[in-house]
């Protein structure tokens, strides 16, 4: 995990502020969860990927395969988070997000848009170990999202704007990543199939392929190598 201050300036923070407010309606939710706005722009996955490589050497992931992924870029999907008072996040662990056969998200980037004083809460919290990071105009914090716990704690006062991003890897290429492709050709054929439409025997038989084919995969990757 890594803090890394003046990440994005004031300006920048306050037009993405903009952006959200212009973008997303008043509303009071009873959950209390936090408002949203998700959008794609090419431009801004790249300023802030440059930004991010500029300040900070992301490790390497190796997945349940066993295959080596390395950072690429921000996933397309940007999503800017509204807290408003009384709002908060419980415990939770941020999945590797599932990019396709050949690319993975396994690290989240958080950026805080607008500075909270810490004794209104809205503070990020790590369970294991713990710790803390407060919201601070152009704070980033990064992180390897697997087993992760964390949860951001109720706000009291105040408006609290945060983007919540992915980090995408790419995995490197060997001579068994056809395989690869097969399995995740598998999963999808498997996936397509509503509930109502399934057949049990065709379900399994296509869930029997993909597991063998994962199986086979990852011994191979784990004993083998390339």
């Known amino acids: 995990m890594q803090?890394?201050?003046n990440f994005l300036t004031?300006?920048?923070?306050q037009n993405y502020i903009r952006l959200t407010d212009e973008n997303i309606p008043d509303q009071d939710s009873d959950e209390k969860l936090p408002d949203y706005y998700m959008f794609k722009s090419k431009e801004i996955q790249d300023e802030l990927w440059a930004k991010l490589k500029d300040r900070y050497e992301l490790p390497?992931?190796?997945?349940?395969?066993?295959?080596?992924?390395?950072?690429?870029?921000?996933?397309?999907?940007?999503?800017?988070?509204?807290?408003?008072k009384g709002y908060k996040m419980g415990k939770h662990v941020d999945s590797p997000y599932d990019l396709g056969p050949r690319h993975n998200g396994p690290a989240s980037l958080v950026i805080y848009l607008n500075t909270i004083d810490p004794e209104y809460g809205g503070v990020t919290c790590f369970t294991d170990p713990e710790t803390k990071v407060h919201a601070e105009e152009g704070r980033a914090l990064i992180f390897m999202n697997k087993d992760r716990e964390h949860y951001v704690?109720?706000?009291?006062?105040?408006?609290?704007y945060v983007m919540s991003l992915v980090v995408k890897y790419r995995v490197q290429s060997h001579k068994d990543i056809h395989l690869r492709d097969r399995i995740f050709d598998?999963?999808?054929?498997v996936n397509s199939l509503d509930d109502s439409d399934r057949d049990f025997e065709s379900w399994k038989d296509k869930m029997d392929q993909q597991r063998r084919c994962e199986i086979f995969y990852r011994t191979k990757r784990i004993t083998i190598g390339d």
């Open 186 to 189: 598998l999963k999808t054929k």
């Open 60 to 84: 390497d992931y190796v997945d349940w395969y066993g295959d080596v992924f390395t950072p690429c870029g921000i996933s397309q999907h940007l999503t800017i988070l509204r807290y408003r």
């Open 10 to 13: 004031g300006e920048e923070c």
């Open 153 to 160: 704690t109720e706000l009291t006062e105040g408006v609290r």
């Open 3 to 5: 803090v890394i201050d």
